[in-house]
């Protein structure tokens, strides 16, 4: 009896025992071995950059290099007459470094995760041509790090899951459901500037734009994409952006196995709002359900993808999950990029008084006194020049992301293997003198004039909106905001910098300034 005892509590340990080593060996494999053998992998095709440590890989040098732009002189100081356009290696100090001793494509290190950083228009075709939007796949890292705010939605689908959500909302994105979404831009863009004229009646002429138009673009998302109103769309609005700000902390060591174990307390926060987040949609899908059987009018995206899900049948139709994931993918895309694009040009055409006066003379022309028709914004072209210069300048998404799924043969003498991270760096490309000329830093709308591609000298070189396949599926959308919003805007008042505004734009996914955009208005 005794021996059979202590038999099974040998055999236990010795289990035990297995399943340790087990779980070491598989460790060992997965933030080592692995590592190891993809960095030879990229060597042997040619592929270098900086010296990785190991777990960090590269971010040691990368936080450091953080620190000192802070502490940099001209930048970001109040009262500075001095806004320089020029930000990429203000911003990206550490590629803007790496570039120089590795070229426009080089690898660097995540953690244990190999990052190929490209800001080279011609490998981007070489690639676009080799791999088709289907076969692209997403960084791994990130499809974990950012589950809580984007799930399985469009942003970080891949394959066959990908193609399925693409095409069914493609159609809510088409014309005439744009159209219906313009009315609501009007109106909650009016609500705002309504608002501005009591501020400045009641003494204070200095508001904080970046705030306003985030709130308003918030506004927009809520009724454009969920049908609610921006008081319901509240809770959902504060809660996405809490969940924004703290993920941003905890992924300061993305790529770093256990890295989200260095804030434990911010990793659960944002569990517990990623979880809060998706009961919130679910309610507001339950809703939307019940009342779509009784109207055919569903306008905003919700109400269309709810409506083409039940007719499409089975293979069209995407899970209620999925929905919760789209309408998180739709809030986060869709809003602050959107808000940023417009108050990045409202910086500049208060630093550029000559062509606010130009904008202001077009809508004049185009639009008059009339109710602003969708049918009209074609019609403001020098528009659409600041527009298109805005975003080369400061483009809402700073870069592009993508992951190799299988090894890609891009030339003789090139290839990338299969697992292979890519990290598109969309500011270094529109910052290039050797693309855009010795003006490069320059905001000159008139590029623009005469060439989609604004005179750069690579068609891949411009990508506000990223490239091949999966392209934004929410441009459309926002030229009409920016436009609508702007018309609004400029035919209601005139503005100038506040002398407290501190230009200090900063990435947190998207790039913004840091210090809020505050303008002085003057009414028309
Ligand atoms: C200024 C505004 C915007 C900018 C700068 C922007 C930028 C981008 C970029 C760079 C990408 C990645 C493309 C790639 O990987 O090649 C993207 C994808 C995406 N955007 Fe936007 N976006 C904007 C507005 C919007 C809006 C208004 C929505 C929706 C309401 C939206 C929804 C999406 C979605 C769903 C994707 C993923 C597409 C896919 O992978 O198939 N975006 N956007």
Redesign the pocket.
Known sequence: MELIGSFQFFFFIFMASMALLYMCCSLIYSFWVSPVLAYRKLKKYGLNGPSPSFPLGNLTEMKKKINVKSSSSSFGQPNSNIITHDIHSTLFPYFARWQSSHGKMFVYWLGTEPFLYIADPELLKKLSTEVTAKNWGKPAVFRRDRAAMFGN???MSEGDD?VRH?HVITPAFNPTNLKAMASLMVETTTEMLDNWRVLIDSGSQEIDIEREITATAGEI?AKT?FGISYQSGRLVYEKLRALQMTLFKTSRFVGVPFGKMMHPKKTLEARRLGQEINQLFLSIISARKKSIRESTQQHD?LGILLKQSEQGGFTKALTTQDLVDECK??FF??HE??AL?ITWTMLLLATHQDWQDQLREEIREVVGDKEIDVNMLAGLKKMGWVMNEV?RLY???PN??RQAKGDIQVSDDLAIPSGTNMWID?VAMHHDPALWGDDVNEFKPERFKDDIHGGCKHKMGYL?????G??????N??FLEYKIVLTLILSKFSFTISPTYCHSPSVVLSLRPSNGLPLVLHPL
């Open positions: 939605g469009l942003v990908w693409r998302i994409s995206l993918t739709f895309g869709g990029t959107t694009a975003f483009p809402s998404a592009a992301q969309i506000p909106f990223g490239f091949g999966r392209m934004c599926i929410g441009r959308l926002t």
